[in-house]
């Protein structure tokens, strides 16, 4: 985790920097400057549009009573788009645009369903506690002996009264 942080705080702004010199030396900086105005002009359209379209999904598979899983992807995709688009640079233009538009949002929700489920599993493994021989492990902790016993009814001995040795029934103590 902490080396996202790392790329997300200063590898891509130093990124994002670089590639907006490179434009301004190409095209000239007032021409990089507008550019740059008119992608988050365009992204936040786009984002309004595609944001609202999200919306209405997602209260459309609520109130039919289904489970939501492709409209809130698509709900959190276009958040996190519109926060890119947002963001002055054209690298996080270029995920943004990827993370909005109706027409590339599946394969990035694809990536998302893979990126969640490869990270569920990493902490599935990293949270259960494995023997040499393989399998789970004791808990850490006090152990106590047990059994499972079925209580569905009263046991009786041979005279007829409850017997105390019987399924469900505490054994001396």
Partial sequence: MGAVLVVLFLVIPVVEIYVIVQVGQAIGALPTVLLLVLESLLGAWIVKRE??????????????????????????????????????????????????????????????GWLLLRRARVVTVRRATWRPGGGPSEPPGRVVPGEVVDDSGPHRDGDGRPDDKGPGRAAGG
């Fill in 51 to 112: 944001g609202s379209r999200a919306w209405d999904a997602l209260r459309e598979a609520v109130s039919t009573g289904r489970l939501p899983n492709r409209e809130v992807a698509d709900a959190a995709l276009v958040l996190v788009g519109g926060t890119l688009l947002l963001t002055p640079g054209f690298v996080t233009d270029v995920f943004g645009f990827f993370f909005v538009l109706p027409m590339t949002r599946p394969l990035a929700r694809r990536g998302l």
